[in-house]
């Protein structure tokens, strides 16, 4: 029924056995989260209310402007890096033309 990740023991269904068994993949949220694919790729998370709940408040808190200062500090050496990138040459569509 289910097709377990080589990376983790989450579950993964296609969106076909979700619909199908969708009372059981519930069951599982409980425990961990349940990966739906779609076309071969992960298309939808079903999770607990505790877990959403969860997910939720880790993210509340923190204004924009806080967060921006941490992803800015966390990247700080990437963002340096395209800044000289395009500081060097310019845009990369600059000489763009159209025929």
Same mark, same amino acid.
């Given at each position: 029924?289910?097709?377990?990740?080589?990376?983790?023991?989450?579950?993964?269904?296609?969106?076909?056995?979700?619909?199908?068994?969708?009372?059981?993949?519930?069951? /599982?949220?409980?425990?961990?989260?349940?990966?739906?694919?779609?076309?071969?790729?992960?298309?939808?998370?079903?999770?607990?209310?505790?877990?959403?709940?969860?997910?939720?408040?880790?993210?509340?808190?923190?204004?924009?402007?806080?967060?921006?200062?941490?992803?800015?500090?966390? /990247?700080?050496?990437?963002?340096?890096?395209?800044?000289?990138?395009?500081?060097? /040459?310019?845009?990369?569509?600059?000489?763009?033309?159209?025929?």
């Amino acid at each position: 029924m289910a097709i377990q990740s080589q990376r983790s023991m989450t579950m993964r269904v296609s969106a076909t056995q979700a619909k199908n068994r969708f009372g059981a993949m519930c069951t /599982h949220a409980k425990i961990e989260p349940v990966f739906v694919e779609k076309d071969g790729q992960i298309d939808t998370v079903i999770l607990s209310a505790d877990q959403f709940d969860a997910l939720c408040l880790s993210g509340q808190g923190k204004s924009l402007k806080q967060r921006k200062k941490v992803f800015d500090q966390t /990247h700080k050496v990437w963002i340096d890096e395209q800044n000289a990138r395009f500081e060097k /040459h310019g845009l990369w569509c600059d000489d763009l033309r159209v025929w």
